[in-house]
């Protein structure tokens, strides 16, 4: 597709996501996102390297910034004065204690910026496995632009190379007020007309459950090596997603970055499902985040997410139960286990998640994993013990 095709059929499309109040302020928008979860957030290290990224930002659309919040008393009013401040609590605040902070474009917290930047990091508390986030919320004709994509591009690099991501992923999302509440049913409805659109308003209460998964596959889905590692090499996810011309991979530090297409995509459920975010996500499943009792993307209101349509949300890509085993020796395991198979009738192995199945003395051979058959429920992500 042409990029002039490409923007026009975007901006068909923006009308659908832009929403007005009473008194027609709007609240909601559509934005062009980029989401990385990341560790050790409350390390001085780290807490520089987060407003270095938030120095950047402030570089590229300070002369459009004028609201913020924060973790932090007092410092209401976005001034340069109060900058130097909040930059100075992130710094002296406790390893015990949480830090947060959102900038935007909007003109107070009841209207949808076009831009924002916000993180949320852990406590020391919660050790090193806890995952704090930073979104960078970009205007969605940020791409329209001649130079956009290149833009776009040194932004995620620049990203990636601050917080050192152990996941994160790229694509469209509804812009909403910091007063967002009121407005999860807006995000329910257009998630589920719109597969592509990432439901990120409430990520800082959803981040807890990426500790050991991700979230799904988006345009860009971030890839630490511990991922790649499970599932099966960096050789072999290439192997798998060269199937597709589309797919491209490339690599950040600690990590692979797997883009699913040229351009982002926003097509309606009712046209299809793109073909490379469903080869992206087929690959991706067995790390995906698990299910927990009580998860939601949103608090259980009327018209929002709860816990089934979470669930639904997270599995809107799969095209049926995802297949444990048989496992052919050369490829990877979906799960760890205890496998066995028919060559060596007494034979049992334990194979790790990501690791090749091995293969018999006169050549391949077929392994079964001995638990599938009770836990394989189509969204089996996480090694077991």
């Not at 402030?58 to 932090?72: I, P, Q």
């Not at 130097?84 to 959102?102: A, C, L, M, P, Q």
């Not at 007020?177 to 659109?197: G, I, Q, T």
């Not at 444990?324 to 060596?344: C, M, Q, R, Y």
Request: aromatic share 12%.
């Amino acid at each position: 597709m042409q990029h002039h095709e490409y923007t026009a059929l975007l901006e068909q499309r923006v009308p659908e996501f832009t929403f007005t109040d009473n008194n027609n302020v709007v609240i909601s928008r559509l934005g062009l996102s980029i989401t990385l979860f990341f560790k050790r957030g409350y390390t001085v290290e780290k807490r520089e390297r987060i407003l270095a990224c938030f120095s950047r930002f402030r570089e590229e659309f300070g002369t459009h910034l004028r609201f913020h919040a924060h973790s932090f008393k007092g410092m209401k009013k976005y001034s340069p004065e109060n900058i130097t401040k909040v930059e100075d609590s992130i710094r002296n605040k406790g390893i015990y204690d949480y830090g947060g902070w959102t900038i935007s474009d909007a003109k107070n917290m009841f209207e949808a910026p076009n831009c924002l930047m916000r993180y949320l990091d852990t406590r020391e508390a919660g050790g090193d496995n806890q995952n704090s986030y930073l979104s960078l919320v970009l205007p969605w004709f940020y791409l329209k632009e001649t130079q956009g994509m290149a833009r776009f591009n040194d932004w995620l690099t620049f990203l990636c190379e601050q917080l050192e991501p152990d996941s994160g992923d790229c694509g469209y999302c509804l812009i909403l007020p910091r007063d967002y509440h009121d407005y999860f049913s807006v995000e329910y409805e257009l998630a589920k007309r719109y597969p592509p659109m990432q439901v990120n308003s409430a990520v800082h209460t959803a981040s807890m459950q990426y500790t050991n998964s991700i979230r799904g596959a988006n345009w860009i889905t971030v890839l630490n090596n511990c991922y790649i590692k499970r599932l099966g090499g960096e050789d072999w996810v290439r192997q798998v997603l060269s199937r597709d011309p589309e797919i491209g991979i490339e690599h950040y530090p600690g990590g692979l970055l797997i883009r699913a297409g040229q351009y982002p995509d926003l097509t309606p459920l009712t046209a299809g499902l793109s073909p490379q975010y469903l080869a992206v996500n087929q690959l991706i499943r067995p790390i995906r985040v698990k299910h927990q009792e009580g998860h939601s993307l949103h608090f259980y209101g009327v018209n929002h997410f709860d816990e089934l349509s979470t669930q639904a949300w997270y599995a809107r890509y799969d095209l049926g139960p995802l297949s444990l085993s048989p496992l052919e020796s050369g490829t990877p395991a979906l799960v760890s286990g205890n496998w066995t198979t028919p060559s060596f009738p007494h034979t049992m192995r334990i194979i790790k998640q990501g690791e090749m199945a091995p293969a018999g003395k006169a050549g391949e051979i077929i392994w079964w994993d001995l638990a599938s058959e009770a836990e394989d429920d189509g969204n089996v992500q996480a090694p077991r013990a």
